[in-house]
């Protein structure tokens, strides 16, 4: 019983102890106080720390920021391996190939393998094809070694090895270096290395020849050319018991020889079994390789008298430049 009277209601019937809705939530001028109150207060700060040595204290955020900044830049076009397809469409200066990734990338060292490695960007046309800007006449002999190690024809090594040179494919130069022409070339400039001034020479040949003619308004220009083997070949007063051409003269005796031919370009002497005619054959192939037609004929020999009964007995040589 209740002290006021009424009956104790059972235990399962008992409720908690009760609040009133207007004391438990908050009024409205508490609500909008308490927002007006956490709008001002500032946003919490999160540091983010690595583990590592660091320097500066401050590169963690700083590492955070850039690595942040990296993921939103944008990807640039194949610099990630493996992003080539396998089969590889190629516009070399308007020639259009198609070749195997592999193929491209068959040796290390080269500037193709380089290109097609994913390190570098490889600008495409508009149809797609991954261009390059060299001349494509000959990048199918180039493609061939690559594919099957195949050589190109005679009449083309010389461009083939220009191109070799330019992709820096060093086993395909080793190859054209040891097969014609290329071959002969290299004995032929081990002989012209003993003539150190021999291309001064032959730019000395056409600035003359394109000046007389300019001068004369003639479609050719004749020049003046020594050509001797010999520091000064003997003659019959000389040593007349004496067969060979070579002999050796005290330096006294060689001042009495010195002599300058009066001619327009002077090529010798060299020690080398070639002789005055291979000179000559070098010259005239050397021009022609400038686009320059040159003839040439022997006119006698300088016959200038040097002391006593001495003479200079030098070949010289008349070259015919035409021009048009």
């Known amino acids: 019983m209740q002290p006021n009277g009424s009956e104790e209601p059972p235990p399962s019937e008992r409720q908690g102890p009760s609040f009133s809705i207007s004391s438990s939530l908050p009024s409205a001028s508490r609500v909008r106080r308490f927002v007006r109150e956490r709008r001002a207060l500032p946003l919490p700060r999160v540091m983010v720390v690595f583990s590592g040595d660091t320097e500066n204290p401050g590169d963690a955020m700083s590492s955070s920021d850039s690595a942040q900044d990296d993921f939103r830049k944008p990807s640039t076009p194949n610099r990630i391996l493996g992003k080539f397809p ?16 592999s193929t491209l990338r068959r040796y290390e060292d080269t500037m193709l393998a380089a290109m ?14 991954f261009f390059i800007d060299r001349d494509g006449a000959y990048f199918g002999d180039i493609l061939n070694f690559l594919r099957e ?29 040891d097969i014609q022409p290329l071959t002969g070339e290299k004995v032929r400039q081990s002989f012209l290395d003993l003539l150190p001034y021999y291309k001064d020479n032959l ?9 007389r003619a300019m001068q004369r308004k003639a479609r050719f220009a004749k020049l003046k050319i020594c050509v001797y083997k010999e ?51 070098c010259i005239v192939g050397d021009l022609a390789e400038l686009g ?22 030098r070949p010289i040589y008349e070259f015919k430049i035409t021009w048009w």
């Open 86 to 101: 396998e089969v590889i469409p190629l516009n070399v200066g308007g020639t259009y190939f198609t070749t195997r990734l």
């Open 116 to 129: 097609f490695s994913g390190r570098h960007y490889i600008p495409r046309d508009a149809e797609g094809r």
């Open 149 to 177: 190690g195949e050589l190109p024809h005679r009449d083309r090594v010389r461009a083939v090895y220009r191109e070799a040179q330019y992709y820096a494919i060093g086993p395909l130069l080793d190859n054209l270096e």
């Open 203 to 211: 730019k000395s040949i056409v600035e003359i020849a394109k000046l």
């Open 231 to 281: 520091e000064m070949p003997i003659t019959p007063y000389e040593r007349p018991l004496f067969n060979s051409l070579r002999f050796e003269r005290t330096e006294s005796e060689a001042k009495l020889f010195e002599h300058h031919c009066d001619v327009d370009v002077s090529f010798g002497p060299w020690e080398a079994v070639a002789d005055v005619y291979d000179l000559l054959h």
């Open 292 to 313: 320059i037609s040159a003839e040439q004929q022997c006119i006698g020999v300088c016959d200038k008298h040097l002391i006593n009964h001495y003479y200079c007995k």
